[in-house]
Antibody
Framework: QVQLQESGPGLVKPSETLSLTCTVS????????WNWIRQSPGKGLEWIGY???????KYNPSLKSRVSISVDTSKNQFSLKLTSVTAADTAVYYC???????????????WGQGTLVTVSS | QSVLTQPPSVSAAPGQMVTISCSGS????????VSWYQQLPGTVPKLVIY???KRPSGTPDRFSGSKSGTSATLGITGLQTGDEADYYC????????????FGGGTKLTVL
């Protein structure tokens, strides 16, 4: 059974960098897109971006200037960095596995439990 | 404002049927598969429909999905109180602002 687990600080100061790691267990990190998605309190889902095991990435255009996703295949982990955070970045951050389709959008079949990150001084 | 449009809420009585719509455009739903996610209160989103109309193992056959043109629909028959949740549609948008997009979510209330 594939499991994903987010880890990282739950509190980040405004203007600083949010850093989270997702550890994948029970399966290989190869062959899938690995996504970060967030959900502000009481709001809907917002896609942040994904990374393939090869290191290729795709980001939400609205966040692209502040986002970086990296992968460490030796540890079966991938990570998110979001710079210059503000209170608007306060959200539950999820990592999720996505099937790779050549010409369409694959589903997100496994999700982490999510971690609440609060941006506050 | 979400790229995909869903009704904020729907409701129906136990045992009844409900549908949740998801409206988009040619650049997203029109040219891509749609997935549906169920988020029970206080829990993680769970995939219930993928490839517009397929059920993952574990999703009851009371759940169905369809797609026509630039719209998709999630149907749930034989409603149970345990179906009360937020439901989100999601797909890829191939426009200049390419990326994964979601609907704003629909709160299903089982009366």
């Amino acid at each position: 059974q594939v499991q994903l687990q987010e880890s990282g600080p739950g509190l980040v100061k405004p203007s600083e960098t949010l850093s989270l790691t997702c550890t994948v267990s029970g399966g290989s990190i190869s062959g899938y897109y690995w996504n970060w998605i967030r959900q502000s309190p009481g709001k809907g889902l917002e896609w942040i971006g994904y990374i393939f095991h090869s290191g290729s990435t795709k980001y939400n255009p609205s966040l692209k200037s502040r986002v970086s996703i990296s992968v460490d295949t030796s540890k079966n982990q991938f990570s998110l960095k979001l710079t210059s955070v503000t209170a608007a970045d306060t959200a539950v951050y999820y990592c999720a596995r996505q099937w790779v389709y050549t010409s369409s959008s694959g589903p997100l079949d496994y999700w982490g439990q999510g971690t609440l990150v609060t941006v506050s001084s | 404002q979400s790229v995909l449009t869903q009704p904020p809420s729907v409701s129906a009585a136990p045992g009844q049927m409900v549908t949740i719509s998801c409206s988009g455009s040619i650049s997203n739903i029109g040219n891509n598969y749609v997935s549906w996610y169920q988020q029970l209160p206080g829990t993680v989103p769970k995939l219930v429909i993928y490839d517009s109309n397929k059920r993952p193992s574990g999703t009851p056959d009371r759940f169905s999905g369809s797609k026509s043109g630039t719209s998709a629909t999630l149907g749930i028959t034989g409603l149970q109180t345990g179906d009360e949740a937020d439901y989100y549609c999601g797909t890829w948008d191939s426009s200049l602002s390419a990326g994964m997009v979601f609907g704003g979510g629909t709160k299903l209330t089982v009366l």
